[in-house]
């Protein structure tokens, strides 16, 4: 199953397709989370994401794409994989459904998570990511069990550098100019579904496993 999640910055998609990955044993693929696991590492791939990362930009088409496809190129892809903040623009949607077609293959599911603008500057500015396994909490919402510190590995949370509401308020443009038409590409491919994520998080994953059966 291969499964494609759309959504405003904030939105849930990180958290929603963690939760879908556990349940359908596929991988969870966040460009993100690739992103900034290069800048912790410091590699040159990580150093020019970040430049584009902390005014909320977009990084460019061409190094995303080829970091994508290298990914859902791996072994551990061959039963499904769900994306999360990829496709972002038009051309990598493109990108992506030209590779599968050459496999005979495609996306199953575009899940688009809706979440009004103004519930995403707030979401975002009590989210706390870990740094070492990338899980994601909510101060209110989704908080650790013990302040600060990552349930699952035990490192620290830290607020991320692009949650600052300047930089949030910068993504939110960047979605609506460039991802936002994302749901009609996928609404004309027909693997269209939305489901409200201004709910609870365990009645958004409801929703999807819903869709997903
Ligand atoms: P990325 O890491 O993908 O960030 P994003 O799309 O801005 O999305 P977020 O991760 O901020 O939000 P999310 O929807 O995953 O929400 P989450 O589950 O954490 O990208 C970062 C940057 O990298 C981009 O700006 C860009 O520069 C670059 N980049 C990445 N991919 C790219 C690409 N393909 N092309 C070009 N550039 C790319 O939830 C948010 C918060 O809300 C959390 O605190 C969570 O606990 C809480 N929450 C979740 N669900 C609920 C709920 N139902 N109720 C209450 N709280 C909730
Ligand atoms: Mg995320």
Request: aromatic share 6%.
């Amino acid at each position: 199953m291969k499964i494609v999640m759309l959504g405003a910055p904030g939105a849930g998609k990180g958290t929603q397709a963690k939760m879908i990955a556990e349940k359908y044993t596929i991988p969870h693929i966040s460009t993100g989370d690739i992103f900034r696991a290069n800048i912790k590492e410091g590699t040159p791939l990580g150093l020019e994401a970040k430049s584009y990362m902390d005014q909320g930009k977009l990084v460019p088409d061409e190094l995303t794409v080829k970091i994508l496809l290298d990914r859902v190129s791996k072994d551990d892809c061959k039963n499904g994989y769900v994306l999360d903040g990829f496709p972002r623009t038009i051309p990598q949607a493109n990108v992506l459904k030209e590779a599968l077609a050459k496999q005979n293959d495609k996306i199953d599911f575009a899940i688009n998570v809706d979440v009004p603008d103004e519930n995403i500057v707030r979401r975002m500015s009590g989210r706390r990511a870990c740094v070492t396994c990338g899980a994601t909490y909510h101060i209110e919402h989704v908080p650790p069990k013990t302040e600060g510190i990552c349930d699952k590995c035990g490192s620290a949370l830290i607020l991320r550098d692009d949650d600052k509401p300047d930089t949030v308020l910068n993504r939110l443009k960047v979605y609506h100019d460039q991802t936002q038409p994302l749901i009609d590409f996928y609404n004309n491919e027909g693997i269209l579904k939305e489901v409200d994520g201004t709910i609870d998080v365990k009645d958004v994953f409801e929703s999807i496993t819903k869709i997903l059966g």
